[in-house]
């Protein structure tokens, strides 16, 4: 079964510092997509970022960058130059590959990221 | 402004009663999402949509029912045989279900059991 697994339930940074926040998968499909939302404590997902089993550059966008693993399988996410607004929860996910266009995703437990001035 | 409107924000409920969360998107999306998530925990698929007319039940379907007449609208209910229904209800959609494009979210409803 695919399960998406964060281990670091809390984490702190200083701010202008980077961090990064752990994510590893277990699949048996060959395709897959993971991504990372964030979520403030308003309650709403933000996408961050998005990572196909096939692409062979690691995913950037902005301050973000995933650090893909495929051998691994683990897909760390890194925010560079922290800001105070990215204190938030963090998610990683996984979507089915191709035996199943359902779209859906499955969601590890998260991480609860705190930058502190 | 395309978006996701979830409403209501807050939701209280009395055991045994029946409440509809609605879930509207103008995204032209095809496909749609509800998922569950409970205090410090991750997502959990409850029912999602393809296309119109179809839905189909996720991980945790049991308790819950959705429907999907129209393209921009998938209501959830929560029904008095949901045992648990105190939780954090969002939804989501996608252009469709084929393509590996992010899913796009509501802003959720809170709803809590009295």
């Known amino acids: 079964a695919q399960k998406i697994t964060q281990t670091q339930p809390g984490m702190f940074v200083q701010e202008k510092e980077a961090v990064t926040l752990d994510c590893t998968y277990d699949?048996?499909?060959?395709?897959?997509?993971l991504f990372w939302y964030k979520q403030p404590s308003s309650g709403e997902m933000i996408f961050l970022i998005y990572q196909g089993s096939y692409d062979e550059q690691n995913a950037t966008e902005g301050r973000y960058s995933l650090n893909f693993q495929k051998a691994r399988k683990s897909a760390n996410l890194v925010i560079s130059a922290s800001q105070l607004g990215d204190s938030a929860m963090y998610f990683c996910?996984?979507?089915?590959?191709?035996?199943?266009?359902?779209?859906?995703?499955?969601f590890g437990q998260g991480t609860t990221l705190q930058v502190k001035p | 402004d395309g978006g996701i409107t979830q409403s209501p924000k807050y939701l209280f409920r009395k055991e045994g009663q029946n409440v509809t969360l609605s879930c509207e998107q103008n995204l032209n999306h095809d496909a749609m999402y509800w998922y569950r998530q409970d205090p410090g925990q991750g997502l959990r698929l409850i029912y999602y949509s393809q296309i119109v007319n179809d839905f189909q039940k996720g991980d945790i379907a049991e308790g819950y029912s959705v429907s999907r007449e129209k393209k921009e609208s998938f209501p959830l209910t929560v029904t008095s045989a949901q045992k648990n229904p105190t939780a954090f209800y969002l939804c989501a959609s996608t252009e469709d279900s084929f393509r590996w494009n992010e899913q796009f979210f509501g802003p959720g409803t809170r709803l809590t059991v009295l």
């Open positions: 699949t048996s499909d060959q395709s897959y997509g």
């Open positions: 996910a996984m979507r089915e590959g191709y035996s199943s266009n359902t779209g859906k995703l499955i």
